[in-house]
């Protein structure tokens, strides 16, 4: 059946990643474990408490998750954050297009350095944002004097950096992203899902410096065993704050959602705990896949871009193990999972080589 859709949007796919039931699915970046029992009981009780009050809208402002939020943000970055510096929304994703409808849409621009996050250019097509696209250089770092000559000549409004960046796991040293938010003629929005994987010092030490221009994105999907409590949130001036308020759906966050979340940060310290853990079984599974003969790009993120002639996602999956395939020639990309899992992907990963 033929709907009246728009023009732009005719023929174009859905972000998504394909789930097929197999043994090991390392293909979307989540974490493995799963919340704790002490802290799936809390959320349980929390949940049963405030299932009265649901007859009533939540708080619109969400001021005691950014309160906690803030809090924890401080500890993580180094910086001094406060309720007023923090917005939260349902995942990073509506954190970026709530950004995107205050600073982008018809006339303007936004730039990114592909390959990277695959749902920038789906955003800003759905806000009627122009999406420019600068590639990375060959290692997949974004080339500083090639970033600077092309801000000059497109004028972007909006600028994308992904750090760590996704689907590669490199990141963009701190310097490069000062010199671009320096340059940049209007706002830069660095993405940071993957922060609590990296040692690298978060974009947030820079939002005094440029107060103005400079928006940290972050997530608790990734490193909080949170992906599906669909909660992200950024970091800025409170004038930023101010401008998502014009756009943003009023309500959009749930009671439930808002109180899993702050009974979620109250476990940070247990809960990143396997984000160590994965750190180094992140290093592990590269040394070994370096072992192999494969090529594997940097990585401070819980997953590992990859690439050797015989590796193909179908001869993964013919070892019962789903990795993804994000369009780079030559490249797939795997998610660090279990022990168990990693042991697994490595003995297919081996068998890919040695029989292709």
């Keep these: 059946m033929e709907l009246p859709i728009r023009d732009d949007l005719k023929g174009q796919s859905p972000y998504g990643a394909p789930q097929l039931n197999t043994p090991v699915r390392l293909n979307t970046n989540e974490n493995p474990y799963p919340p704790s029992d002490e802290l799936a009981s809390e959320i349980g009780e929390e949940v049963t408490r405030l299932a009265h009050t649901l007859n009533r809208y939540p708080d619109r402002d969400a001021v005691a998750l950014r309160t906690a939020l803030a809090q924890y943000a401080s500890r993580a970055t180094g910086v001094d954050l406060t309720v007023d510096k923090v917005w939260a929304a349902n995942g990073s994703n509506e954190v970026l297009q709530q950004l995107l409808l205050a600073f982008g849409g018809p006339g303007r621009s936004a730039m990114g350095f592909t390959p990277s996050y695959s749902m920038h250019p789906i955003l800003a097509k759905g806000t009627f944002t122009e999406f420019i696209e600068v590639p990375r250089d060959e290692n997949f770092d974004v080339d500083r004097d090639a970033a600077l000559a092309a801000i000059d000549e497109r004028q972007p409004n909006i600028i994308f950096i992904t750090t760590p960046n996704n689907p590669t796991g490199n990141s963009t040293p701190l310097e490069v992203i000062r010199d671009i938010v320096a340059h940049a003629p209007g706002i830069v929005i660095v993405d940071e899902a993957y922060a609590e994987f990296s040692s690298a010092p978060s974009a947030a030490v820079l939002i005094g410096e440029f107060p103005s221009k400079l928006v940290v994105s972050r997530t608790m999907s990734k490193a909080f065993d949170f992906a599906g409590g669909r909660l992200g949130y950024f970091l800025a001036h409170p004038a930023f704050i101010e401008a998502v308020l014009l756009v943003r759906l009023p309500y959009h966050l749930s009671t439930l959602t808002q109180a899993a979340a702050r009974v979620a940060l109250t476990h940070a310290e247990e809960t990143?705990?396997?984000?160590?853990?994965?750190?180094?079984?992140?290093?592990?599974?590269?040394?070994?896949?370096?072992?192999?003969?494969?090529?594997?790009?940097?990585?401070?993120?819980?997953?590992?871009?990859?690439?050797?002639?015989?590796?193909?996602?179908?001869?993964?999956?013919?070892?019962?193990?789903?990795?993804?395939?994000?369009?780079?020639p030559g490249f797939l990309r795997v998610t660090i999972g279990t022990s168990e899992e990693n042991s697994r992907f490595l003995a297919a990963a081996a068998k890919v080589v040695d029989h292709a």
């Design 272 to 328: 990143l705990g396997n984000v160590d853990k994965l750190v180094k079984d992140r290093n592990l599974v590269a040394a070994k896949l370096t072992e192999l003969g494969y090529r594997v790009i940097d990585s401070d993120s819980n997953f590992l871009m990859i690439s050797h002639p015989r590796a193909t996602w179908q001869a993964f999956l013919d070892e019962d193990v789903l990795i993804r395939d994000n369009g780079i």
